[in-house]
């Protein structure tokens, strides 16, 4: 069966399309799925089908929609990240120990999804306790590229990047606290959105056995991801807004306005590398062109800034803070080998793996003294915002690598420009917006020589989502975005 006209819009052409009644929520939910099961075999992004139910919500969405209802997803297909919690699909993260485990209850952003008419077709693949760049783990294997099969399709939402990629449907849910969102996005070619933090509540996106109980979980976020800007801020706004279970700690809707409504007055600083992370060649290259390209449509374009928080300082800081909260849930002997580890580290060592190791063994006192830090960088950026709209800046330092699953990813190596760098090393460029919790997007820019996607992320304001998500689907407007993969146009 030949790609139909349906298989690579967006949900806005989508919605357009069935409103006019030029195409059924059936029919699309049977294109999605004739995609799956001619191409997942090659890519195996979607680890969990649920089909049947998804072509009994399309029905109802065609019934609804023959009765005059309107709703923002309504009859739009859509594939959601494993680690989220739906009734009767296991949620594993990965783990084998939990691979049947099966929640009884949606998670709230589930619910709110299915509310809003979407037609989840399925879960799609991760890593092992969503901790890599890599999307593979024992139960369901490895998920590949669909620009070079032999290379990583980024991670953790790597199993959504690769279906939006592939044509199964125009959106998916992922989650961010390391890039998770946004250097899949990259890898494949799509867009994402790491909303401002506790913007839309996590409940639900929980790790198996747990309870889907209310919980902050510092520095992580979940939000949206698509095959075009626009479909960024539909999805976003049927997710996002308190949990009425926690009132007061998520916030409600009523964000501002983006700053501006044309390209030509925003203000917006580059960044292209910087010596604690290089960036290679192709994406420097990718982000001067897009700078330029910026430049002569009249936005008004700087490339540094006294403003802009000390990235190495902030680097190490988002390292100790992010490994703190993650080895809270490693096992007693794994942690007591790294407490035994960083009281042996020199003091003056303030390398990156130092400060990853340090985190782990982090006290409550230091803890608290990282959040003075992390409170004193929120207002940098809060002033840099009084002067710029957003910060443009890699998400990666390189296009997609070639899979590498060895278990401990701090011996792995990126190679740079010819130059090898400490895998885990590459947290920087997404740690530059999940320490203060600020917005960012991904979107593409174009490709490698290799045929490789390649992109940024704009950066915005505490709460400003609607800014980065603006610029984003001005630049896609005046510049091109999303461009199939070659393998699986048809």
Not at 176 to 200: E, Q, W
Not at 438 to 467: C, H, K, M, N, Y
Request: charged share 20%; hydrophobic share 40%.
């Amino acid at each position: 069966m030949a790609k139909s006209q349906w298989s690579f819009k967006s949900a806005t052409e989508l919605s357009a399309a069935l409103a006019a009644k030029k195409v059924s929520a059936v029919e699309l939910a049977q294109d999605a799925i004739g995609r799956i099961e001619r191409h997942d075999d090659k890519i195996n992004a979607i680890c969990v089908r649920d089909f049947s139910r998804a072509l009994e919500a399309a029905r109802a969405a065609d019934a609804a929609r023959g009765r005059g209802e309107a709703k923002p997803l309504l009859g739009i297909p859509i594939t959601v990240k494993e680690s989220y919690n739906i009734a009767g699909l296991p949620t594993t993260w990965g783990f084998p120990p939990q691979k049947d485990f099966r929640p009884s209850e949606d998670a709230l952003s589930i619910s709110r999804v299915k509310e809003a008419g979407g037609v989840i077709l399925g879960k799609t693949n991760v890593p092992l306790g969503l901790g890599d760049w890599q999307s593979y783990n024992d139960i369901y294997g490895t998920t590949n590229n669909p620009f070079d099969l032999g290379r990583t399709p980024g991670g953790s939402s790597g199993g959504s990047s690769a279906a939006l990629a592939a044509g199964y449907g125009p959106l998916s849910l992922g989650s961010d606290i390391g890039g998770s969102l946004r250097v899949p996005a990259f890898h494949c070619g799509v867009y994402a959105h790491k909303p401002t933090y506790a913007l839309v509540p996590s409940r639900g996106h929980t790790p198996p056995p747990f309870p889907p109980l209310p919980l902050d979980r510092d520095l992580a976020v979940i939000g949206p991801m698509a095959r075009s800007a626009a479909d960024l801020s539909l999805l976003l706004d049927v997710v996002a807004g308190p949990d009425p279970l926690e009132a007061g700690t998520a916030y409600s809707l009523a964000l501002p306005p983006p700053r501006h409504g044309e390209l030509k007055n925003f203000r917006v600083l580059v960044i292209d590398t910087d010596p604690v992370m290089p960036t290679d060649k192709t994406v420097r290259g990718g982000i001067e062109k897009l700078a330029a390209n910026l430049a002569k449509a009249g936005v008004k374009v700087e490339r540094s800034s006294p403003l802009l928080p000390d990235f190495a300082a902030s680097s190490r800081l988002y390292m100790r803070m992010l490994m703190s909260f993650l080895g809270a849930n490693f096992l007693p002997e794994n942690y007591a080998g790294a407490q035994a580890a960083a009281a042996q580290l020199a003091p003056d060592d303030m390398s990156l793996p130092a400060e990853r190791l340090r985190g782990i063994a982090l006290s409550h006192r230091d803890w608290v003294m990282a959040e003075g830090g992390r409170a004193r960088l929120r207002a940098q950026w809060r002033e840099l915002f009084k002067t710029f709209d957003a910060v443009i800046c890699p998400v990666m330092p390189t296009p997609a690598y070639p899979h590498v699953h060895s278990a401990d990813q701090e011996t792995r190596r990126v190679n740079i420009d010819g130059k090898d760098y400490v895998y885990p090393d590459q947290l920087t460029w997404p740690g530059i917006a999940t320490l203060p919790g600020v917005p960012a997007t991904a979107i593409p820019t174009g490709f490698s020589p290799e045929g490789l996607p390649i992109g940024v992320q704009i950066v915005g304001p505490w709460l400003e989502d609607r800014t980065p998500l603006k610029l984003a689907e001005l630049i896609e407007r005046e510049f091109g975005g999303f461009v199939p993969p070659p393998m699986f146009d048809d």
